[in-house]
């Protein structure tokens, strides 16, 4: 069993930049695949950007890449994302999820965090 805990989000204003962090209990986390996820106001969760359990293999989704780096720390059991070039449009509960055979569908993970609000002003 693992338990996620999201931390880094805020207020910022666009063009600024957030880091979120995704510290990760249970030891069998570190062999998943880790991902986050973002959800907007009355919408749906959408991907963002995903990592494998090496760390050497990672995926995005178009609205971020260039933008949003994502990057894992196994030793310390955390997950991140550099956030840069923020646009008001990023807007939303940012979740993180982990799961042995994660891909960019949100049924594929099976353990997710509580999520954490990042507001970004124009």
């Known amino acids: 069993h693992a338990h996620l805990l999201e931390s880094g989000g805020g207020s910022v204003q666009a063009v600024g930049s957030l880091i979120l962090s995704c510290l990760a209990s249970g030891r069998t986390v570190i062999t998943n695949t880790m991902a986050w996820f973002l959800q907007p106001p009355g919408k749906g969760r959408e991907f963002v950007a995903a990592?494998?359990?090496?760390?050497?293999?990672?995926y995005y989704a178009d609205s971020v890449r260039e933008r949003f780096t994502i990057s894992r720390d196994n030793a310390k059991y955390t997950l991140y994302v550099q956030m840069n070039d923020l646009k008001p449009e990023d807007t939303a509960v940012y979740y993180c999820?982990?799961?042995?055979?994660?891909?960019?569908?949100?049924?594929?993970?099976?353990?997710w965090g509580q999520g954490t609000q990042v507001t970004v002003s124009s």
């Open positions: 999820a982990a799961g042995p055979r994660g891909t960019w569908v949100d049924q594929s993970y099976t353990y």
């Open positions: 990592i494998n359990w090496s760390g050497g293999g990672t």
